[in-house]
């Protein structure tokens, strides 16, 4: 029974982590954790998810907190440690703050040089919060109870402020043991902009644009990390102008907006979209981040000197960088200050072109991607959130026009291929009863993360999976070829049967070799309620065409030979 005004150091993180707002965690026991998972039960509205191994654990983390704004994810010490950080990468990567809680090992391992199993052998214990290090902002191992509270508030508390994952090592034998209760609410510093430096960004920025004959708009990734999808929506409304998204950032502006142009990606962007920001006079990205897929191999036609960048912490405008200057305060004064021009949109009106939906080749036709995709396109609703996995589900998604408040998951930043199992057992669980998640996965990609179909099963989500079988990894065809892009086909729609065995969860399998079966498949998908798996036949070459090219620079980039010295 503990003292009055004491809890256990497990219940003081589980406390500190419902107060951050998370309600459900992904989990995998081990003897390292079994007291801590313990100390966890016992909190309110606090439920653990226990998932069907580590690297998906952290995958479900990561969909959580895209869909929460935070997660957490407990695991047991070195081999669960090392299994998830894969996943924990990927949130650094992604700018999601994941709270990545381990067991370790007992205090007095060390001291009395005592070799431990799931070790490398040597009385040296540190390593694994080393290795996460590099892939946090903050790792810390907990090992004396004065000390504990401190190291777990500033650990989330920075994960907060940062919008990156921590790492938190509890050692078993003081999980259990009582330390004070919170007596104040979790501190999460804030940074705030320097007044004189937003003056500055924002007058400089308002001259560049009101010099310019056709401006435009762009959102990047980070605006929804940093909190400025609502400012960026206020200075598009306020400016007039054509707006678009990068690939990353889908689904974070309103795609019904009169001024939506679709997604800017170089030259495979939306038809008539490129052609608008690349000869635009002047340019705003929001929170974009510019890499070699975000560009097309490096091969964007922006000029430099026309660019306005706006970073979380700073704006940079040609080639001056106003500091201390934060993304939200930045495009909100500007929608208080931009000229309404709606130059580009009128240039982008003129050139648009709308693809004819395919015609309907009746119930007994093969299924094309550009069929299929016209099919997803029509059942979506602002019930749903689109997540699309690492390949060809990219581009086709990329294209689809999403309804109003209808949410769009992708990780292209990090692109670790199998990510999106595990993301939609975490993105479902966080909007379950508000949402359904429909899962867009190709069948390499599911083979590397399947079995936590299992635990939405277990858990009775209720997402939408369409899995697209055409016999390998599509995304690396069209970069490089090889025999070792071809799989071993399953029967994919079979698992799951073979994951429902007790026959207790309510689950629909269903294949489609046809235009009608995928059809009638969709139609009873939309009305079950219980978790869908379409399993969609498709032919291994038919792939987006805009895959085909974006491969051919990548892999152009990919192959440029060494510099000389």
Request: aromatic share 10%; glycine share 8%.
């Amino acid at each position: 029974m503990a003292e009055h005004g004491a809890v256990t150091i497990g219940a003081y993180l589980a406390t500190r982590l419902r107060e951050a707002g998370i309600k459900e965690y992904f989990a995998i026991p081990g003897d390292y954790n079994l007291i801590l998972l313990d100390e966890l039960l016992k909190v309110d509205d606090f439920k653990g998810h226990y998932c069907c191994n580590e690297l998906n654990t952290g995958y479900a983390a990561d969909g959580y907190a895209r869909a929460n704004g935070v997660a957490a994810a407990v695991v047991t010490y070195s081999v669960g440690g090392l299994s998830i950080i894969n996943a924990a990468a990927g949130a650094y990567a992604e700018d999601l703050p994941v709270v990545f809680v381990s067991g370790g090992p007992n205090t007095n391992a060390a001291a009395k040089n005592r070799l431990l199993h799931h070790t490398l052998a040597e009385v040296s214990y540190e390593y694994v919060r080393d290795m996460f290090a590099h892939v946090t902002v903050d790792a810390v191992i907990v090992k004396h109870p004065d000390q504990a509270s401190q190291q777990i508030d500033r650990a989330i508390g920075l994960a907060m402020l940062y919008r990156k994952p921590v790492y938190i090592e509890i050692a078993c034998n003081i999980a259990g043991l009582e330390i004070s209760a919170p007596t104040c609410p979790l501190v999460v510093p804030k940074y705030i902009s320097s007044e004189e430096a937003l003056e500055h960004a924002v007058s400089h920025a308002t001259d560049l644009l009101g010099n310019a004959v056709k401006p435009v708009l762009v959102a990047g990734p980070r605006i929804r990390s940093w909190g400025a999808i609502e400012p960026f929506a206020q200075l598009a409304e306020a400016s007039g102008y054509a707006m678009a998204n990068m690939a990353a950032a889908k689904g974070f502006v309103d795609e019904t907006s009169p001024q939506y142009m679709g997604t800017y990606w170089g030259s495979v962007s939306s038809p008539g979209c490129g052609e608008i920001v690349d000869s635009a006079d002047a340019y705003l990205f929001a929170g974009a981040i510019f890499n070699d897929y975000s560009t097309v191999g490096y091969n964007l036609l922006l000029k430099p000197q026309k660019l306005i960048t706006v970073n979380p912490y700073s704006v940079k405008i040609a080639e001056t960088t106003y500091n201390q200057v934060c993304m939200s305060d930045f495009l909100a004064a500007m929608a208080k200050k931009v000229e309404h021009n709606d130059a580009s949109l009128v240039a982008y009106d003129r050139i648009r072109g709308e693809a004819p939906p395919p015609a309907d080749p009746g119930d007994e036709a093969d299924i094309t991607t550009r069929y299929l995709f016209a099919r997803i396109e029509d059942m979506l609703d602002e019930t749903m959130t689109v997540l699309a996995e690492t390949g060809d589900s990219w581009f086709n998604a990329l294209r689809l026009k999403l309804p109003k408040n209808c949410g769009f998951e992708i990780q292209m930043q990090y692109g670790s291929i199998g990510w999106s199992v595990g993301a939609l057992l975490g993105c479902q669980t966080a909007v379950a009863g508000k949402k359904r998640v429909v899962g867009l996965i190709g069948d390499g990609s599911f083979q590397m993360s399947a079995q936590e179909v299992s635990t939405m099963v277990r858990y009775g989500l209720k997402p939408i999976i369409f899995l697209f079988n055409n016999g390998g990894y599509t995304i690396e065809v069209e970069i490089h070829d090889g025999p070792y892009n071809t799989i071993n086909n399953w029967n994919y729609a079979g698992l799951v049967d073979v994951f429902n065995n007790d026959g207790n969860a309510k689950a629909l399998a269903r294949q489609a070799r046809t235009t009608g079966e995928l059809k009638a498949a969709i139609s009873e998908a939309k009305d079950f309620d219980g978790l869908c798996f379409i399993e969609v036949f498709i032919d291994r070459d038919d792939c987006n065409k805009n895959l085909l090219k974006w491969g051919s620079y990548v892999a152009t980039a990919n192959g440029e030979p060494p510099m000389s010295c």
